[in-house]
C-alpha cells in the first residue's frame, strides 16, 4: 500500500522528474519538445501533490491537480497556436533559428 | 454576510463579464464596437464596484495570520482586503487605457479582430484573482489566466515574426516559469499541509512545519515570481517579449501585468515571511530571505537601468527601464512594512500612468511595421509633433523619478520603506541607479527636442488614444503635486 | 503684513510667472509670417510684463521688509510667513505623521536673493529678443524657470526645497540644449547630470533628517531639540553627521560651482543663450551658496567647525585657479571672451566661500553681499558679449579690436562693469570683496593673502580683455555696418532694448558702490543670528 512506502520516495521521483524536465527544457531546441518537457514539469508537480495529499489525507491536492491540467491544456492549446504561427512564418520550429530580436 | 456579497463584487462581476463577452464575440456578427463598448462598461462597472467596496470597513493589508474565517462565501480561498479592492480599480484603469489605446493601434498594424477585448477582459479576470487570492489554488489560477492571455497577446500580430517570436519566447519561458512557481506551491503544501496562505502562516508563526520543504518551496516560488516581475536573473525574456509585441500590449503586459505579478509577490511574502516569529527552526529565516531579496532587488535596477543605456529601439530601452522599475518596487517587498506596501502601491500606480503613457505616445507614433521606432527616429519630433514630444519628456522625467512628478514621490516612498527597515545601502544603490537611469531617459529627449531632422516622424492621428494620454498625463502630474491624495486616500479606507 | 485675497507676497511673486506661462501656451504661435511675428511680439512683452510685475512685488517686499528681525531659527522673527499642510500622511508606524507643509518665508539671508531675482530675470528678458527660434516654448521655459527659482528662495521647508531645486533643472535643461549653440546637447546633458548628481544626495540627507528629527521644516531640523536618540543622524559630531554634511556640500558646491565640481559651467555658459547665461550666472550659482548658508550650516554646525578650513581652502583654491582659467582664455585656443567670464564666475564664487567659511560678521555679510553684487555685474557682462556675438557672430577676442570708434555706447556699458568686476572703489564689487576679505582675513590670513592674488589676476584678464576688443584697430571684415541691410541693426552702437537691459544693472552697480548699507542693512541681524547659532550649537561636538 501507498503507507508502506514513505513519503520522501515519492517527493524523490517528482523531484527526478522536475529536474528532467528543467533540463529539457534548457537543452532542447525544437520548441515542441521544450513545450513536452514543461509539460513532464507539471506532471512532476502533480505527482508531489497527490502524493503530499495522500500523506496528510487532505483533499487540496488533487483539487490542485485537476486545475493543474485544466491549465496545462489551456497552454498546449495556446503554445501550439504560436508554434503553427511561427512555422507559417518561419517554416521551422528550431528556437534557436528565432532571432530576430536582440540588441 | 451580506456586507461580503458586496466585497466580492468587483471578483463576481469581472467574471461574469468575462464569460459573457466571449458570448458576445459568437454573437455579435461582424460588429466590432459593440464588443469594444461592452469591454469598457465591464472594466468601469468593476472599476466601480472595487470603489465601493473601497468605502466599506475593510481591513487594509491584514497579517494573513490574523485573519479567522470571515470570509465565508468563498471558503476562505478569497480575501477582500481595501488593497485587493484598490488594486482591481488599477487593473481595471490600465485595461481601459489600453483598450482605448488600441482601437486604431491595431487596425493600423494588422487587423481589428474583437476578440482582442475579450482577451484583455480575461487577463483583468486574472489579475483581480491574483489581488484577492488567499489560496494558493487561487493564485495560480490567476497568474495562469493572465499569463497565457499574455501569451495569447504578444503574438497579435501573427503576421509579423517579431510578434510571434515574442509570443514564443514568452510562452516558453512563462510557462517553464509557471513550473517552478507550481513546484514551490506543491513544496509548501508539503511544509506545512495547506493550501491557505492565513492557515499557512499561522503554521509558520507557530514553527510548526517541515522545514527542508518550506526552504525549498520558497527558493522556487521566488524563482518562479522573479521571472514572472522580470527580475534578475530571470529578466531576459522581457525586452525581446515587449519589443516583439504590439505596443499597446506592451503597455499592459508592464504595468497591469507587472502590478498584478508584485501583487503576488506580496501576498507570498506577507504569508511566508512574517517579521514576528523567532526563526529557530527556518533554515531560511526572514533576514535571510530579506537579504536575497534586497540582493535581486539591487541587481535588477542596476541591469536593467545600465542595460539601458545602450539600447537603440526605444521600446528594447523602456523594457530594460521596467526591469529597472520592477527592482524598485521589490524594494518594497524587501522592506516588509507597511510603509512599503504603501509605497509600492503608490509606485505601481504611477508607474502605470507615466509606462502606459509612454507606450501609447509609442504606439501613436509607430507606422505600420513599427520600423520606427528608433531613438533617430525621433530626432526633431519637437517640430512635427509638440505635444506628443511634450508628453513624452513629461513621461520620461517621471519615470527617471524627479519632482514634481509622480514617479518621483514613487521612489521617494520606498526609499524611506528601505532605510526605516535598515537597508540603507540598498537605498544608496538605488539611487545610483537612478542617476544611471536619468541618462538614458533624458538621451531621448535630446533626440526629440535639441535636435533637429530633415524627415521627422509625421503629424500622429490621437483619435481615442488621447483620452488615455490625457488621463495618464493628469495621473503623473496629480498625483506628483497633491502625493497626499492618493496616500490618504487608502490611510482613510482603513 | 499684505494679502491679496489671502495669497500672501510671497507665493504671488512664484508664482505669477505661472499665469503668463498659461497665457503663453494659450496663445497660438500663428500660421504665416505675420501672424508669426506678432505673436512673438505677445510673448516677449508677455514676459516683461510678468516680470516687471514681480519686480514690482519684489520692491514692494523690500521696503516693508524689517531690517531688524533676525530669522533664520526663529520661526516667529521669519516675514511674509505662509504655512499651509501641502502632504500629509497619517499613522505611520514608529514615526507618525509625515508632514510636509507649504512653508515659506524670507529673513536677511533671503531677501537680498529675492530682489537679485526679480531683477535678473526682468533685464534678461530684454537680452531674449535675439531669441528667434520656437519662440513660445522658451519664453514659457523662461517663465517656469523663474517658478523655480524664486521658489528656492522662499521656502522654509526642506521638501519645499527639493521640489523647486528640481523644477528648476528642468527647464534649464531646454533653455540649454535647445536653444544653445553647437555643442548644446553635451552642455545641457553635463549640467543635467552634475546637479542631478549633486541633488541625489541632498535627497539622501534629507531622508535620514526626517528619520532623525521626524520634520521637514528646516528651522525645526535645526534646532538640536528635536534630535531623536538613536537614529542615523543622532548625536552631535558622529561619522555618519560629517558624510551627511559632506554630501549636502558636494550637492550645493556642484550647483556654486567650487573647483573641483566646476567643470560644467563653463560648457553650459559657452552653449547657453545669452539670457539663459545670464540666469545661470546671476541667479542659480547663487543657489548653491544660498543652500549652504539656510541649510547645510545650521543643521549641522559642529561639522562645518569641522571642516571649516577645508571650505575655506576650496573658497582659495577656487578664486586662484578660476582666475587662472580666465587669464588662460587669452594664451589658448579661440579666445572666447564668454569662457573667460564664465570662468570668472567661478572665481568670484570663490569669495563668496571664503566669506562663509570665515563665520565672521564681516565675512558672511560680504559673501552675501557678493552674492548680489556678481549677480548684477556677471549678469551685465554676459549680456555684453552677447550684443556683440548677435552683431558679429563670433565671441573670439581675435575677431575684434578698436570698436571703441565705432560703439562708443556700449564701450562705455562694457567699461562700467569690467570695472565693477575688477573690484574697483565706487562699485558694488569692491564693498563686498573688501568686506569679505576683511572677515576671512580674521580666521584665515594666509588663505586670505593668497586669495587677494586672485584680484590682481583679475585686473589682468579683464583689462586684456578689454583692450583687445576695444582698443587697436579696428579689423577690416567690421569697418562696414553690421548688417548692411539696415533691417536687424539701424546703427552700429548698441540698440535700445539692449541699453533697457544695461541701464539699470548699471545703476544698481553703482548706486551700491556708493551705498551698500541700502542692502547689507537688511542682512546684518540675520548673520549675526547664523553666526552665533552656528558658534554655540557647533559647540557641542568633542572635535
Known amino acids: 500500500m501507498l503507507e508502506s512506502i514513505p513519503l520522501e520516495y515519492y517527493l524523490g521521483l517528482s523531484a527526478i522528474i522536475f529536474a528532467i524536465g528543467a533540463v529539457g527544457v534548457m537543452t532542447r531546441k525544437n520548441a515542441i519538445i521544450i513545450f513536452m518537457s514543461i509539460e513532464l514539469m507539471l506532471n512532476a508537480v502533480n505527482l508531489t501533490f497527490i502524493s503530499i495529499s495522500s500523506f496528510f489525507g487532505n483533499t487540496g491536492g488533487p483539487i490542485f491537480v485537476l486545475f493543474v491540467m485544466a491549465v496545462a491544456a489551456a497552454e498546449a492549446a495556446v503554445g501550439l497556436a504560436i508554434v503553427l504561427a511561427l512555422f507559417r512564418l518561419k517554416k521551422t520550429v528550431y528556437v534557436d533559428e528565432v532571432n530576430t530580436l536582440k540588441w | 454576510m451580506n456586507q461580503e456579497v458586496f466585497l466580492a463584487m468587483p471578483v463576481f462581476l469581472i467574471s461574469a463579464f468575462a464569460v459573457l463577452i466571449v458570448v458576445l464575440d459568437a454573437v455579435s456578427g461582424k460588429n466590432k464596437t459593440i464588443n469594444f463598448a461592452f469591454g469598457i462598461f465591464s472594466l468601469l462597472a468593476t472599476a466601480g464596484a472595487a470603489i465601493y467596496t473601497l468605502t466599506l470597513q475593510v481591513p487594509k493589508l491584514v497579517n494573513p495570520a490574523d485573519y479567522h474565517d470571515i470570509f465565508t462565501i468563498t471558503k476562505n480561498t478569497m480575501v477582500f482586503s481595501s488593497y485587493s479592492a484598490y488594486f482591481d480599480i488599477l487593473f481595471s484603469l490600465a485595461g481601459i487605457l489600453t483598450m482605448l489605446a488600441s482601437r486604431s493601434f491595431i487596425s493600423k498594424g494588422y487587423h481589428e479582430y474583437k476578440e482582442y477585448y475579450s482577451i484583455i477582459i480575461l487577463a483583468v479576470a486574472g489579475m483581480v484573482y491574483i489581488s484577492h487570492a488567499n489560496n494558493l489554488l487561487m493564485l495560480f489560477i490567476g497568474i495562469e489566466l493572465m499569463s497565457i492571455m499574455f501569451y495569447i497577446l504578444s503574438g497579435y500580430f501573427r503576421q509579423r515574426i517579431e510578434s510571434v517570436e515574442s509570443a514564443l519566447k514568452y510562452f516558453l519561458l512563462g510557462s517553464f516559469a509557471s513550473g517552478f512557481l507550481l513546484y514551490g506551491m506543491a513544496l509548501v503544501y508539503g511544509a506545512t499541509s495547506s493550501l491557505e496562505l492565513n492557515v499557512i502562516a499561522q503554521f509558520i508563526a507557530k514553527n510548526n512545519f517541515n522545514a527542508t520543504y518550506l526552504t525549498f518551496g520558497i527558493a522556487l516560488l521566488l524563482i518562479g515570481l522573479s521571472f514572472k516581475i522580470a527580475a534578475f536573473p530571470f529578466h531576459q525574456w522581457a525586452p525581446d517579449v515587449y519589443q516583439g509585441a504590439p505596443t499597446t500590449v506592451t503597455a499592459f503586459m508592464s504595468t497591469a501585468g507587472k502590478a498584478a505579478a508584485i501583487f503576488s509577490f506580496i501576498i507570498i511574502a506577507k504569508a511566508l515571511m512574517p517579521s514576528f516569529t523567532n526563526n529557530a527552526m527556518r533554515l531560511v529565516s526572514t533576514e535571510t530571505m530579506q537579504m536575497i531579496l534586497a540582493v535581486l532587488s539591487a541587481a535588477t535596477m542596476l541591469i536593467g537601468n545600465i542595460t539601458a543605456i545602450s539600447q537603440k529601439n526605444i521600446k528594447r530601452m523602456l523594457a530594460y527601464s521596467s526591469v529597472a522599475h520592477a527592482g524598485y518596487m521589490l524594494m518594497g517587498v524587501v522592506a516588509n512594512n507597511q510603509l512599503g506596501y504603501d509605497g509600492i502601491i503608490f509606485y505601481a500606480t504611477s508607474y502605470l500612468f507615466m509606462q502606459i503613457g509612454a507606450f501609447i505616445v509609442l504606439s501613436v507614433l509607430e507606422n505600420k511595421d513599427s520600423s520606427n521606432i528608433n531613438l533617430d527616429n525621433f530626432t526633431g519630433l519637437r517640430k512635427s509633433n509638440p505635444y506628443l514630444a511634450a508628453l513624452m519628456a513629461i513621461f520620461m522625467f517621471s519615470l527617471a523619478g524627479l519632482p514634481p512628478f509622480a514617479g518621483f514621490f514613487g521612489k521617494y516612498y520606498l526609499f524611506l520603506a528601505a532605510i526605516q527597515s535598515g537597508y540603507t545601502w540598498l537605498t544608496i544603490v538605488a539611487v545610483i541607479s537612478s542617476v544611471i537611469s536619468v541618462y538614458f531617459y533624458i538621451g531621448l529627449i535630446v533626440y526629440m527636442f535639441f535636435k533637429d531632422s530633415d524627415n521627422p516622424i509625421a503629424k500622429a492621428e490621437l483619435k481615442l488614444s488621447s483620452v488615455s494620454l490625457f488621463v495618464c498625463l493628469i495621473g503623473v502630474l496629480l498625483f506628483g503635486f497633491f502625493p497626499s491624495l492618493l496616500m490618504n486616500l487608502y490611510a482613510i479606507i482603513k | ?543
Open chain 3, 1 to 543: 503684513m499684505f494679502n491679496i485675497f489671502g495669497i500672501g507676497p510671497l507665493t504671488l511673486i512664484t508664482f505669477l510667472p505661472l499665469i503668463g506661462l498659461l497665457i503663453i501656451l494659450a496663445i497660438p504661435a500663428g500660421k504665416d509670417e505675420k501672424a508669426r511675428e506678432l505673436s512673438t511680439n505677445l510673448y516677449r512683452w508677455l514676459t516683461v510684463g510678468f516680470t516687471f510685475l514681480q519686480l514690482v512685488i519684489a520692491i514692494v517686499i523690500y521696503m516693508n521688509f524689517n531690517n531688524a528681525l533676525p530669522g533664520i531659527n526663529d520661526a516667529n522673527t521669519m516675514q511674509f510667513v505662509e504655512k499651509t499642510p501641502w502632504i500629509q500622511l497619517h499613522g505611520l508606524p514608529i514615526f507618525g505623521d509625515l508632514k510636509i507643509d507649504y512653508y515659506v518665508g524670507i529673513d536677511g539671508i533671503s531677501a537680498p536673493m529675492i530682489l537679485l531675482t526679480a531683477i535678473v530675470c526682468f533685464v534678461a528678458t530684454f537680452a531674449s529678443w535675439s531669441i528667434k527660434k520656437a519662440v513660445k516654448g522658451f519664453f514659457m521655459m523662461y517663465l517656469l524657470l523663474d517658478i523655480g527659482m524664486m521658489g528656492v528662495f522662499i521656502s522654509l521647508d526642506f521638501f519645499l526645497f527639493y521640489v523647486f531645486w528640481e523644477l528648476m533643472l528642468l527647464p534649464m535643461y531646454f533653455l540649454i540644449g535647445i536653444w544653445g549653440g553647437p555643442r548644446k546637447e553635451y552642455a545641457a546633458i553635463k549640467f543635467f547630470i552634475y546637479t542631478l548628481f549633486g541633488s541625489v544626495f541632498m535627497l539622501l540627507v534629507m531622508i535620514g533628517l526626517w528619520f532623525t528629527s521626524g520634520t521637514f521644516n528646516l528651522l525645526d531640523l535645526a534646532n538640536p531639540a528635536n534630535i531623536r536618540p538613536d537614529q542615523i543622524f543622532s548625536g552631535f559630531g558622529t561619522t555618519w553627521r560629517l558624510w551627511a554634511f559632506v554630501g549636502l556640500f558636494v550637492g550645493f558646491a556642484i550647483k556654486v560651482p567650487t573647483v573641483p565640481f566646476h567643470t560644467w559651467l563653463p560648457d553650459a555658459h559657452v552653449e547657453a543663450p545669452t539670457p539663459i547665461s545670464v540666469i545661470l550666472a546671476g541667479v542659480l550659482l547663487k543657489m548653491g551658496t544660498y543652500g549652504m548658508l539656510r541649510i547645510a550650516w545650521p543643521i549641522f554646525p559642529e561639522a562645518v567647525k569641522y571642516f571649516q578650513e577645508w571650505i575655506a581652502l576650496i573658497g582659495m583654491v577656487s578664486i586662484v585657479y578660476g582666475a587662472l582659467c580666465a587669464l588662460g582664455q587669452h594664451k589658448v585656443g579661440k579666445r572666447d571672451l564668454k569662457k573667460l567670464i564664465a570662468y570668472s564666475s567661478v572665481s568670484h564664487m570663490g569669495y563668496v566661500m571664503l566669506g562663509i567659511a570665515s563665520m565672521t560678521s564681516a565675512g558672511v555679510t560680504g559673501a552675501i553681499f557678493q552674492m548680489f553684487n556678481h549677480g548684477t555685474i556677471t549678469a551685465m557682462l554676459f549680456m555684453i558679449v552677447g550684443v556683440i556675438y548677435d552683431r558679429a557672430h563670433t565671441r573670439s577676442m581675435d575677431d575684434f579690436g578698436g570698436l571703441a570708434n565705432k560703439m562708443p555706447v556700449y564701450t562705455g556699458m562694457m567699461a562700467i562693469s569690467f570695472f565693477a568686476a575688477i573690484g574697483l572703489p565706487g562699485m558694488s564689487g569692491f564693498v563686498s570683496e573688501a568686506l569679505v576679505f576683511l572677515g576671512a582675513f580674521a580666521t584665515y590670513p594666509l588663505y586670505t593673502v593668497i586669495s587677494g592674488l586672485g584680484i590682481v589676476l583679475g585686473a589682468a584678464y579683464m583689462l586684456w580683455a578689454l583692450q583687445r576688443v576695444f582698443f587697436g584697430k579696428l579689423p577690416e571684415k567690421w569697418s562696414g555696418p553690421w548688417d548692411p541691410s539696415g533691417k536687424l541693426y539701424k546703427h552700429d552702437d548698441i540698440n535700445g532694448i539692449e541699453l533697457t537691459a544695461l541701464i539699470p544693472l548699471a545703476v544698481v552697480v553703482i548706486f551700491l558702490g556708493i551705498f551698500p548699507t541700502y542692502i547689507t542693512n537688511m542682512m546684518t541681524e540675520s548673520v549675526n543670528q547664523l553666526i552665533h547659532f552656528v558658534t554655540v550649537n557647533g559647540q557641542f561636538t568633542g572635535l
